[in-house]
T-cell receptor, first 114, second 113 residues
Framework: DSGVTQTPKHLITATGQRVTLRCSPR?????VYWYQQSLDQGLQFLIQ???????AKGNILERFSAQQFPDLHSELNLSSLELGDSALYFC?????????????FGPGTRLTVL | GQQLNQSPQSMFIQEGEDVSMNCTSS?????WLWYKQDPGEGPVLLIA?????ELTSNGRLTAQFGITRKDSFLNISASIPSDVGIYFC?????????????FGKGTKLTVNP
């Protein structure tokens, strides 16, 4: 158990819908990272928040957004969902502000868009 | 595009055998991280390397940070069935002014009892 929690574990929805994924980092960690894992693209970095502020952006679509709240939990919002958004979404947390140090991953949310 | 090349893509071995896998890049990295992912689970950090030439062990696992800083190796000794999974290497890369962790495509390990 990494100490990172994610809800829900599974999510099934339809195209065009909007969903929110939630992540609680390990106690004491200020950084939260979001990743998308699909079979063809592997693990892709989406976005990082550090202590409530956006720190770095990766391959995140404009239809996706995230935020980190004062209690340090984070939410990833996916809107206007398409079939191709079906994937595993992971969050990871770290005590460091830079990504080049240990990151601890949650169990993931499996999103299926029908 | 993918910045890290992992090989082999998959391995089928007998229990008790030693395993070697590697990760290479055209870019220089100052950190190498090795993760293992079980089906349906999140990646678990195995070993972190921060210095060129560094050799670090974690039980039966040993990883090395290549001298050129463009590669890293992971060895597993005396494999057991629970070693089954996908092993990923990762390292930080700066692109477009942002630093992010990039991952290899993974080496899938199957251990036959």
């Amino acid at each position: 158990d990494s100490g990172v929690t994610q809800t829900p574990k599974h999510l099934i929805t339809a195209t065009g819908q909007r969903v929110t994924l939630r992540c609680s980092p390990r106690s004491g960690d200020l950084s939260v990272y979001w990743y998308q894992q699909s079979l063809d693209q592997g693990l892709q970095f989406l976005i990082q928040y550090y202590n409530g502020e956006e720190r770095a952006k990766g391959n995140i679509l404009e239809r996706f957004s995230a935020q980190q709240f004062p209690d340090l939990h984070s939410e990833l919002n996916l809107s206007s969902l398409e079939l191709g958004d079906s994937a595993l979404y992971f969050c990871a947390s770290s005590v460091w502000s830079r990504p080049g140090r240990e990151q601890f991953f949650g169990p993931g949310t499996r999103l299926t868009v029908l | 595009g993918q910045q890290l090349n992992q090989s082999p893509q998959s391995m089928f071995i007998q229990e008790g055998e030693d395993v070697s896998m590697n990760c290479t890049s055209s870019s220089i990295f100052n950190t190498w991280l090795w993760y293992k992912q079980d089906p349906g689970e999140g990646p678990v950090l195995l070993i972190a390397l921060y210095k060129a030439g560094e050799l670090t062990s974690n039980g039966r696992l040993t990883a090395q940070f290549g001298i050129t800083r463009k590669d890293s190796f992971l060895n597993i000794s005396a494999s057991i069935p629970s070693d089954v999974g996908i092993y990923f290497c990762a390292g930080p890369l700066t692109q477009g002014g942002s630093e992010k962790l990039v991952f290899g495509k993974g080496t899938k390990l199957t251990v036959n009892p």
